[in-house]
T-cell receptor, first 114, second 109 residues
Framework: NAGVTQTPKFRVLKTGQSMTLLCAQD?????MYWYRQDPGMGLRLIHY???????AKGEVPDGYNVSRLKKQNFLLGLESAAPSQTSVYFC?????????????FGPGTRLTVL | RKEVEQDPGPFNVPEGATVAFNCTYS??????FFWYRQDCRKEPKLLMS???SGNEDGRFTAQLNRASQYISLLIRDSKLSDSATYLC??????????FGSGTKLNVKP
């Protein structure tokens, strides 16, 4: 049982390049989330999904796209990377329900955009 | 106005001390509340949920004050291993969670 895994762990991009971050969970969770964390700031929600085939915008969705084609995977895409997207990206999943259940986080992806 | 606000600290305390953190939230309709712990360059991990009546888990006690819209975390008998950043998290509907920027705790020998 690996929990939540993220690929890659580190990446350096040049401005304008594209990439996809992969989040995978083996806990059969319905809900999945993508957050970014910048120095001195809390985690901010980028996009989330309440089930396979569904996605929704969070607080800071601009410049990102997501897809949830399979229940266990949640992909975050950057079509044209900008230096402002330099950050640590965390994926999380949870069972679903009333909001009282725990979010489980992946180890993070450290992205630098030059 | 931020959804969740915390004092960034750092709080520097000796081993064995008692330390308390507060966190305020802006949405009076917030439904559930949590404290997460985040070690340097690691992912956040749930420390404890916060219930209306208050709750305790070993050396940790969490309280919720809905009237004043704040939650608190009390750590008794601090250990070196408690050094971390503590994140306050609030859920405003079933789907979204809002994180504070965290309070850094340094426990010194």
């Amino acid at each position: 049982n690996a929990g939540v895994t993220q690929t890659p762990k580190f990446r350096v991009l040049k401005t304008g390049q594209s990439m996809t971050l992969l989040c995978a969970q083996d806990m059969n969770h319905e809900y999945m989330y993508w957050y970014r964390q910048d120095p001195g700031m809390g985690l901010r929600l980028i996009h989330y999904s309440v089930g396979e085939g569904t996605t929704a915008k969070g607080e800071v969705p601009d410049g990102y796209n997501v897809s949830r084609l399979k229940k266990q995977n949640f992909l975050l895409g950057l079509e044209s990377a900008a230096p402002s997207q330099t950050s640590v990206y965390f994926c999380a999943s949870r069972v679903a329900g009333t909001g009282t259940d725990t979010q489980y986080f992946g180890p993070g992806t450290r992205l630098t955009v030059l | 106005r931020k959804e969740v606000e915390q004092d960034p600290g750092p709080f520097n305390v000796p081993e064995g001390a008692t330390v308390a953190f507060n966190c305020t939230y802006s949405n009076s309709a917030s439904q559930s509340f949590f404290w997460y712990r985040q070690d340097c360059r690691k992912e956040p991990k749930l420390l404890m949920s916060v219930y209306s009546s208050g709750n305790e888990d070993g050396r940790f006690t969490a309280q919720l004050n809905r009237a004043s819209q704040y939650i608190s975390l009390l750590i008794r008998d601090s250990k070196l291993s408690d050094s971390a950043t503590y994140l306050c998290v609030v859920n405003n509907n079933f789907n979204k969670f809002y994180f504070g920027s965290g309070t850094k705790l340094n426990v010194k020998p």
